[in-house]
C-alpha cells in the first residue's frame, strides 16, 4: 500500500509531458487525458484515505533514502482527507472548464497550456498534502507557482497580467521568507525532515524556536490569505478565468492553513502562539465580512468572504484543542467545497448575464431558475445554515471555544457568530440584487461575451449596456431568438455566446454542490474521521514512528 503514496503526485506530473505532447493536434485526446489522470488520482486519494484511517500513517522515501537525505512523502488521515477532496474539486473544475470551452481558445499560442498547467498545479497541491520535509514542501509551493502564473494570465489581457504580477511578486516574498526559514532549521538541527525536527526542535534554545515558528506561520498565513497578509487576494483572483478562480479560492488557500495545521501539532506542540492566532482569526472574521458587504462586484464579494472564512480555521488552530482540530478540518473540507462551487456559479451568472457586477444584474431567478438553484444552495450552506455542512463546522468551533472557557475563545465565538449573521447578510444581498429584484434596463437577455478585450480602467464610452467605463465597452451585439447563439463583436474580435449554458458547466457546479450536501447526510462518519484524525495531529507518534521507522 505505501506503494500508491507517490502516485497522486507522478501521475499529473507524466500526463503532463503527455499532454505537452499532443498539444493542439489532438485536443480531444489531451482533454481524455486530463479527466482519466483526475479521475484516476480521485480513487487513488480514496485509498489513501482509507488505508490511513485503517493501518495508521503510509510513508515511503523516494530512492530508498532514509532521513535526512531522501525524500520523503506521508499519508495519514488529515493529508488523505485533503487529497480526497481536492482531487474531487479539481475534476468537477476541469469539467466545467470543458464545458465553458476555455481550452479551445488556447488555438492562438503554440501550445494549449491550459491542461498541461492546470495538472501540475494539481501535482503540486498533493505533494504539498504528502511532503514529509520542508525542503519537499518548498518545491511543491514553487510547483503551484509557475502553474498558478500560467493560469491566472490565461488570454494576456492588461489586468489579468497585472493581477498575475502581483500574485507573483507575493508568492516570491513568501517563497524567499520560506527559504530563510529553511536554512536556519537546517543550519541548527541538520535536518529537515518533519518527524526528526519533531524531535531535535525542543533541543533548541526558546527564542529560536519562536523566531523559526514565526516565519513559517507567516509563510503560510500568506498562502492562506490570513489577514493582514490577505491584501493581494481580492485583486488577484477576481481577473482570472472562473474555473480558475474557483480552484484557486476553494483550494490553494486551504493548502496555506493546512500547512499551518501540521507544524503547529507536528513541530510546535505547546500552543505557544495560540492567543497571537486567535486575535488574527478575529481580525480576518470580521474585516474580511465587512469588506465583503462594501463590495457590488460578486467575485469581489466572494473573494472577501474567504478570507473572512479562513479565520474560523485558524480560529480552531489557535484553540489547539482535539475539539477545535476536528472543527477545523469539518471546516476546511466544508470550505473547499462550498467557495469552488460559488465562484463556478458566479462564471455561470457572468456567461448568462454578462457581468458580475450586481448593481448591473436582476431577474435572474426568473430568467434562469436553476442558476439561482446552484446558487441559493451553497450560499446558504456558507451562510452556516442548519443542517448544512457550514453549520456542523461551526458548531463544532464554537462548541470547542465554549469547552475551553478562556476570554479569547468567548471573544472568538461571539466573533463567529457576528461573522455568520454578517455573511448571510452578503448572502440575502446577492440574492436580491441578482435574483429576486426586476431586471434592469441593459441586462444581456439572450447572452453575454465571455471574455472582454478591454484593458483599460478609465474608459468614458458607454457599451451595450448604456453604462460608462464598465469594460464592456467596444461591444456590438446582435441578438438571436432566446437559446440560440449570439454573435458579438468586441474590437472587431468575433466571440460566440449562447443562452443556455453548456451543460458540463451546470452539471460539474451542481457535482460540487452534491459533494458539499454529502458532507451533511454523512456528517456522523465525517465528524468520526475528523476526529481521530485531530487525535492523531495531535498524538505525533504515529507519524514519527511511521517515518523513522521504529
Known sequence: MNALVPLPVLLPLCATGLSLTFGTRMQRFQRFISVAVLTAVLALSVILMIAADRQGPLSVHLGDFAPPLGITLVA???????????????????????????????????????????????AGVSCTFLAGDLVNLFVSFEIMLVASFVLLTLGGTGPRMRAGSTYVIISLFSSMLFLIAIAMTYAALGTVNFAQLAERLPGLPLGVQTLVQAMLITVFAIKAAVFPLAAWLPDSYPT????????????????????????????????????LLMAVALASMIIGILGAVAQTDLKRLLSFTLISHIGFMVFGIGLATREAYGGAIVYVVHHITVQTTLFLVAGLIERRGGTTELTRLGGLAKAAPMLALLFFVPAMNLAGIPPLSGFIGKLGLMRAGVADGSAWAWILVTGSVVTSLLTLYVIAKVWNLAFWRAAPPGLAEAGTVLESGDDSDDDTDEGPDGVPGTGDEGVTVVRQPAGGPVAATLREKAVITTSRLPRPMTAATAATIVLALSFTVFAGPLTTFTDRSAVELLKRTPYIEEVLGR
Do not use: W
Request: proline content about 6%; overall charge neutral; some cysteine.
Open 76 to 122: 495519514d488521515r488529515l493529508s488523505g482527507l485533503m487529497l480526497t477532496v481536492s482531487s474531487a474539486v479539481t475534476l468537477c473544475v476541469l469539467i466545467y472548464s470543458l464545458g465553458q470551452g476555455m481550452t479551445d481558445r488556447d488555438k492562438e499560442t503554440p501550445l494549449a497550456v491550459f491542461h498541461p498547467a492546470y495538472l501540475i498545479l494539481v
Open 240 to 275: 482570472a478565468p472562473a474555473p480558475v478562480t474557483a480552484v484557486f479560492a476553494g483550494l490553494l488557500t486551504k493548502v496555506g492553513v493546512y500547512c499551518m495545521m501540521r507544524t503547529e501539532t507536528l513541530l510546535f506542540p505547546g500552543n505557544r502562539i495560540g492567543d
